[in-house]
């Protein structure tokens, strides 16, 4: 079973801003709660609860043959391997909103985006949550190719113009919707390059999977 996560009390903007956008719709496609999402729900690490006899049934044996219990062939992601382990055993995952920890993450923009990315390639090598990086990837490409062509089409760049003007709407009010939350004028900032870096990010890393994961 798994609970959800926040920030700190009295965290800083660009954190606020981060779990805003961790635990939105439009940051993760509502994978971090059950209910209404694009994929699959999977209990983060931090607050996961798992039977003693399930960790047995489903751990893997190490290079000295002893039994270890996350995939240590992955950079990132390992509880979603680990759940995703479960599940195929028959296990039901279930979702306890009532748990909340307080989650203090020391991240910056570069590490998120990196992370963003590894995070991806991790999914696409174990086969998890491909519906909404599918999409990420398709609107990145689709992005690609408006802005190769739009040069030798009006109609083209009239169509660029009006998705991008489209996307930049969808972030404004996010980051709007940040700043009523927490009243922080910075997270209104903050929360549109969030929701970009990640979504660039994804959508890229989902195109290079890592090699050689067990």
Known sequence: MGGVDRAITNDSPFHNALDFVLNSFLGTGGLRAKGSSLGRYFPKLWNMAIPHEVIEDVALKGSNRELQVFNESLKVHEDVELIDRIEKKGKKIIHAPEVVVLHARDTNLISFARRSFNMARTSRS??????????????????IFLIAVAPVSPHIQTLLAIA???????????????????????????IPVLLTVQHFSRGLGYLFPWRGVN
């Open 126 to 143: 174990i086969g998890v949550h491909r519906l909404p990086h599918l999409l990420l990837v398709s609107s990145v490409l689709l992005l």
């Open 164 to 190: 991008v003007t489209a996307y930049m709407v969808i972030l404004l009010v996010s980051g709007l919707s940040g700043f009523i939350r927490t009243n922080q004028l910075l997270v209104f900032f903050y």
